[in-house]
T-cell receptor, first 113, second 109 residues
Framework: EAQVTQNPRYLITVTGKKLTVTCSQN?????MSWYRQDPGLGLRQIYY???????DKGDVPEGYKVSRKEKRNFPLILESPSPNQTSLYFC????????????FGNGTRLTVT | GEDVEQSLFLSVREGDSSVINCTYT??????LYWYKQEPGAGLQLLTY?????DMKQDQRLTVLLNKKDKHLSLRIADTQTGDSAIYFC?????????FGPGTRLSVLP
């Protein structure tokens, strides 16, 4: 089944403790992206990647890192999480940029205390 | 940069039609998308329209595009309780996507 898989679904951590949220897609998509969703703010893009080893900042990249060493994986790294990074995070992929639709994972709800 | 706007809330009675509106600013948009988010789930692609089309119909869903006014709408005929969700309009902006804030549709029995 074609899908985008994020792990974990729920994560509670403390300020400053490094964490990684994994994202994997099995559709051989070139484009992958991370979003955060906050009440009243909609979806805001954190980082995106057009292909392996190519990543770019989105609208809210501060405090996040990404890497794209393989086509299928696009992990989101929080080196030193802070409470303002408490949010619902989505990974998404598409065949190629804006001309084909995005496929979303089920989300990761992160709480930083 | 590109901006996509939607009203935040809409309530309709079961069986009525729902119309969710969206405006965008990028005149070079090629595709416009509608996504549905049910509670606790990710965004699911509902439908999309190519910018050279005025209308697209898919079962109970009708998408209307007014490119001159940069206005997109999603009509859901015979709205059911299962249609209660958040609906996002999205625009492709270059190689990227820009989402509206989402419209929360509540369907009243």
């Amino acid at each position: 089944e074609a899908q985008v898989t994020q792990n974990p679904r729920y994560l509670i951590t403390v300020t400053g403790k490094k964490l990684t949220v994994t994202c994997s897609q099995n559709m051989n998509h070139e484009y992958m992206s991370w979003y955060r969703q906050d009440p009243g703010l909609g979806l805001r893009q954190i980082y995106y990647s057009m292909n392996v080893e190519v990543t770019d900042k989105g609208d809210v990249p501060e405090g996040y890192k990404v890497s794209r060493k393989e086509k299928r994986n696009f992990p989101l790294i929080l080196e030193s999480p802070s409470p303002n990074q408490t949010s619902l995070y989505f990974c998404a992929s598409s065949r190629g940029g804006g001309s084909s639709p995005l496929h979303f994972g089920n989300g990761t709800r992160l709480t930083v205390t | 940069g590109e901006d996509v706007e939607q009203s935040l809330f809409l309530s309709v009675r079961e069986g009525d039609s729902s119309v969710i509106n969206c405006t965008y600013t990028d005149s070079s948009s090629t595709y416009l998308y509608w996504y549905k988010q049910e509670p606790g789930a990710g965004l699911q692609l509902l439908t999309y329209i190519f910018s050279n089309m005025d209308m697209k119909q898919d079962q109970r869903l009708t998408v209307l595009l007014n490119k001159k006014d940069k206005h997109l709408s999603l009509r859901i005929a015979d709205t059911q309780t299962g249609d209660s969700a958040i609906y996002f309009c999205a625009d492709n902006y270059g190689q990227n996507f820009v989402f509206g804030p989402g419209t929360r549709l509540s369907v009243l029995p």
